[in-house]
Antibody, heavy 120, light 106 residues
């Protein structure tokens, strides 16, 4: 059974960089059948796509966040990561990682989510 | 950017009701649309992909239809477990956008 698990600090100071890692177990991140993505959800609000990465490092970012987002993949560790720079309180959210099907689409496996609070 | 607009924002219904949620795209997205169900404190769950394909393990009372810019999610007979928030999502290689969500309440 595929599992995704987010990890990283739960508290980040304003202007600093938020860093999260998603560890994939029960399947290979190197599969050509899937993309891997990050989605976030501010408390009490809707879902926002942050970005998507392929096993070869190809990345696609939300234009509204593109200047602050960097995603990377480590196939040897079966992990992919998110960095979001210059954070503000507006970046406070539950951050989810997810697997995204390449050919037919849809995010079929999700991590449980991790709450990141931006506060001094 | 492609914008997704769901309606209604909130829907009040009873067990056994037929429920329909609409999602409209700001430009044509062919059939590249998914529907998700989310319960409080949980990650979203994929229900429908490619506008009308039922994800494995999802009850057949859920169905999706539409193409181009207009899409619907239908629950044929609402069950107690279905009270949740539903999101549509357009997707392509380069971008994804979620609708603002529809809360289905008793």
């Amino acid at each position: 059974q595929l599992q995704l698990q987010e990890s990283g600090p739960g508290l980040v100071k304003p202007s600093e960089t938020l860093s999260l890692t998603c560890t994939v177990s029960g399947g290979s991140i190197s599969s050509t059948s899937y993309y891997w993505g990050w989605i976030r959800q501010p408390p009490g609000k809707g879902l926002e796509w942050i970005g998507t990465i392929f096993y070869n490092g190809d990345t696609y970012y939300n234009p509204s966040l593109k200047s602050r987002v960097t995603m990377s993949v480590d196939t040897s560790k079966n992990q992919f990561s998110l960095k979001l720079s210059s954070v503000t309180a507006a970046d406070t959210a539950v951050y989810y990682c997810a697997r995204q099907k390449v050919t037919v689409g849809g995010d079929d496996y999700w991590g449980q989510g991790t709450l990141v609070i931006v506060s001094s | 950017d492609i914008q997704m607009t769901q309606s209604p924002s909130t829907l009040s219904a009873s067990v056994g009701d037929r429920v329909t949620i609409t999602c409209r795209a700001s430009q044509t997205i062919s059939y590249w649309l998914a529907w998700y169900q989310q319960k409080p404190g949980k990650a979203p769950k994929l229900l429908i992909y490619k506008a009308s394909s039922l994800e494995s393990g999802v009850p057949s009372r859920f169905s999706g239809s539409g193409s181009g810019t207009e899409f619907t999610l239908t629950i044929s007979s609402l069950q107690p477990d279905d009270f949740a928030t539903y999101y549509c999502q357009q997707y392509n290689v380069y971008s994804r956008t979620f609708g603002q969500g529809t809360r289905v309440e008793i």
